[in-house]
């Protein structure tokens, strides 16, 4: 067996490219239980989303999880499905190509965006390869999750380590960090619940629910639980709200272990009995409507909120395709391309460098 994947054909003639690849979670390809299986078997089986022993879980996978979770999540996913698939993948891929607008712009010829899924298709290793045979000698990876984990953030690193160890002439490659406190990311998540008030008036509560994790990954160093009350509080800040007017909670947990705290589920049956007129629910952790925000939140939420007497429950979407997001986004991936691309005036700046050396040049031979 190669050690390498073989290399797309070469040319001097061509100019080198940047590419910037989007990495979102993933998706399985229908919402079918066929379909499901391998996904939840890739997904189920990367050692940063479940850290138990590795013999131990594989007969909980297979024996148990892969025989009863296809079928359930199949008929979760196909309640949120739409015509052109995946809700996730169908914004992820929007998101790609409203970036490339806006970055490409500036350089047209130069920069190559696309998107991948940690999990499913398409595939990081088949991006990866899209982007060499499109000369791509620079790679930018954007991770999609604004709160570092190890489950995600560091997964994608992992796969595009795992990727580049099979490639020959490798690309220079740049990881964006999390965006969690960032300025942009924060205004644009205020304006849309701003918009929402505009559009539907100010709830009475807001409830930030952020994607959990077991508890024993805080206790090991994951910044997770510290990114996602940092961006609460800089939210409630931008939204002008005291601490009683907001709720942060955990949701979509896993198995048997204890999780982040508070649940998700059990504020909203709290919540439920507070005889509030209005609950506003938006989730922070996640920048693409997906099965955890519409099916999770938007329906079961809502259900579990109304079964205890609550009244109106309002979902607040992702940021998705807005235009405030698109260009938070593209400014943070701006800033990872610096010292990559050159815009329009390429040439100019090259003169002047070129000119600050010769004048270095001539001064150094004035001194000998």
């Not at 190669?2 to 989007?22: I, M, N, Q, T, Y």
């Not at 995600?152 to 990881?175: G, N, W, Y």
Request: proline fraction near 6%.
């Amino acid at each position: 067996m190669a050690r390498f994947l073989p290399e797309p054909s070469f040319s001097h003639a061509s100019p080198s490219k940047v590419g910037v690849l989007l990495v979102n979670l993933g998706s399985p390809d229908a919402p079918t239980v066929q379909a499901l299986r391998p996904y939840l078997k890739q997904f189920l089986s990367d050692p940063r989303v479940v850290e138990i022993p590795k013999a131990i879980w594989w007969l909980i996978l297979n024996g148990i999880i892969l025989n009863l979770r296809p079928k359930k999540s199949a008929a979760k996913y196909a309640s949120i499905w739409t015509k052109d698939g995946s809700p996730l993948r169908v914004w992820t891929e929007k998101q790609a190509k409203l970036v490339k607008g806006y970055l490409g712009e500036q350089y047209p010829e130069q920069l190559v965006v696309d998107y991948a899924m940690r999990y499913g298709n398409p595939s990081i290793e088949s991006k990866i390869m899209q982007m060499k045979a499109q000369n791509c000698q620079h790679l930018v990876v954007v991770p999609l999750y604004p709160q570092y984990a190890a489950s995600t953030s560091a997964s994608v690193f992992d796969e595009v380590s795992r990727v580049l160890q099979k490639i020959r002439f490798q690309p220079a490659l740049r990881i964006m960090a999390p965006f969690f406190d960032e300025t942009p990311y924060i205004d644009a998540l205020a304006q849309s619940v701003r918009e929402h008030w505009q559009l539907n008036g100010r709830g009475d509560h807001l409830l930030m629910s952020f994607h959990g994790v077991p508890k024993y990954t805080l206790d090991k160093g994951d910044p997770y639980h510290c990114h996602c009350h940092k961006t609460a509080r800089l939210l409630a800040e931008a939204l002008g709200l005291d601490a009683g007017q907001y709720t942060v909670a955990f949701q979509s947990r896993f198995g048997k272990a204890e999780w982040l705290k508070p649940y998700t589920s059990e504020i909203l049956h709290q919540l439920g009995k507070r005889n509030l007129n209005t609950l506003d629910v938006i989730c922070p952790g996640f920048v693409a409507d997906c099965l955890e925000t519409l099916e999770e939140i938007a329906i079961e939420g809502r259900d579990e909120y109304r079964a205890e007497g609550g009244k109106n429950y309002r979902y607040i979407p992702c940021l998705n395709d807005r235009d405030q997001w698109i260009a938070a986004l593209s400014g943070l991936i701006s800033r990872e391309l610096t010292g990559w691309l050159t815009s329009g005036r390429a040439d100019k700046n090259s003169k002047i460098q070129l000119n600050q050396r010769d004048i270095m040049a001539k001064h150094l031979s004035l001194q000998k």
